[in-house]
């Protein structure tokens, strides 16, 4: 899930951060991690790298599925301070990726990516449209994002209470680390958010102590501009944002082009 253009070079590695993060004091809240994918189906993931010469489907699909699982173990393996979770494509049947995921042992909890647009209800009030109510457009990026970090904020961690914090991620980015979400993670404990920036002008993690609206409605997603416009919203929104050299630059490998540079 990186929420800008795709491309640029992959930026400094995790080296510093297991360092910072060894060295470095238990973080004081236990936090969730959500992370969204997709089921590793040709056709249906990757479809602009499978369109590289010599690339197709299968292949794509199969590099897709290996970030997804280096992506999703990463995270399973920071539960020893975190709850973590699946959000999968609507697409794609929760009882699917569960069985994907425990043939690798990663014994998650996975949910559907849901949400109506921010903000709107129906005419009886509900979540859900009614026989006789209006019709509601698909939910965009945004209001998945939001809808998917609302419930588990909400939710009660099992074993110190509510969580706190969370941090979202997405399932194309090689170079995500454990480390790297303990150091997202731990710049919660002092700030309100923290953001994992990519070189393309989008950002590849978002964490989050409580929740704005504001940072997903309207948003220009999939443009060079989500950075700034959302670092832009959070601080008029007056949010505590780390420092965006908190985390390094990373990149998402969506191109023949860019997996070659």
């Known amino acids: 899930m990186t929420v800008g253009q795709n491309g640029g070079e992959a930026g400094p590695q995790d080296d510093p951060i297991s360092r ?32 590289g010469a010599g690339v197709g489907p299968e292949n794509a699909s199969d590099f897709y599925r290996a970030c997804a699982e280096h992506a999703i ?37 996975c949910r559907p990516q849901a949400g109506l647009r921010i903000g709107s209800t129906c005419t009886d009030g509900s979540s859900g449209a009614g026989a006789d109510g209006p019709s509601v457009s698909e939910p965009d990026l945004g209001d998945k994002i939001f809808a998917a970090m609302s419930e588990v904020l ?66 220009r997603w999939s443009t060079d501009s989500v950075l700034a416009d959302t670092l832009e919203r959070a601080t008029s929104s007056g949010l505590r944002i780390a420092p965006l050299s908190w985390l390094p630059c990373l990149r998402d490998v969506d191109t023949l082009q860019v997996e070659r540079f």
């Open 20 to 51: 910072d993060v060894r060295t470095s004091s238990t973080s004081s809240r236990r936090g969730s991690i959500v992370v969204f994918a997709k089921l590793p189906v040709p056709g249906r993931v990757k479809t602009r790298l499978a369109a």
């Open 73 to 109: 173990s990463q995270a399973a393996s920071c539960q020893d301070w975190a709850d973590v979770f699946v959000y999968h494509s609507s697409a794609d049947a929760t009882s699917d990726v569960a069985s994907w995921l425990a043939r690798e042992g990663l014994n998650l909890p």
């Open 154 to 219: 909400q939710c009660q961690s099992p074993k110190d209470g509510p969580a706190g914090k969370v941090l979202i991620v997405g399932t194309d980015i090689p170079d995500i680390t454990a480390p790297l979400l303990r150091r997202a993670a731990e710049a919660l404990d002092e700030h309100d958010m923290v953001v994992g920036p990519s070189l393309d002008g989008g950002y590849y993690l978002l964490g989050l102590t409580r929740l704005e609206p504001r940072l997903f409605q309207g948003m």
